[in-house]
């Protein structure tokens, strides 16, 4: 969303596609642009097109400044990758700034 960044999910299992805000801003305009392009996909392989459910994720971990929205959205992909409930907060941004580089540098994910 220019600048900032966020993260959108499309659960196709559940039907469902969730955005996540670390300003927890609701962009509705963000989650009609996807919307658009899974049924848009769906329509083109000639797949039935099923109504998805939209939801703007609440109740986040949230950033306090203006640089951490990169970090946060990592984070959020992340835990749900791992089907994990979100237990991390503003003060382990740096702890987890160090795990990312970490983790590119050498090529592995922690768990």
């Known amino acids: 969303m220019g600048a900032h960044w966020c993260v959108a999910v499309a659960d196709v299992r559940e ?5 996540y805000d670390s300003l927890e801003a609701a962009i509705d305009k963000c989650l009609k642009i996807l919307m658009k392009y899974l049924t848009d996909e769906r329509v083109a392989r000639k797949v039935p097109v099923h ?13 306090m400044n203006g640089s951490d929205c990169g970090v ?6 992340e835990f749900i990758c ?3 409930d979100f237990t991390f ?3 382990d941004i740096p702890y987890f700034r160090h795990k990312m580089i970490y ?9």
């Open 15 to 19: 039907k469902t596609l969730k955005y």
């Open 51 to 63: 109504v998805w459910k939209t939801e703007n994720a609440q109740n986040l971990p949230q950033q």
């Open 72 to 77: 946060l959205s990592c984070m959020y992909a």
């Open 82 to 84: 791992r089907n994990a």
């Open 89 to 91: 907060a503003q003060k």
């Open 103 to 111: 983790e590119i540098y050498r090529c592995k994910l922690l768990m």
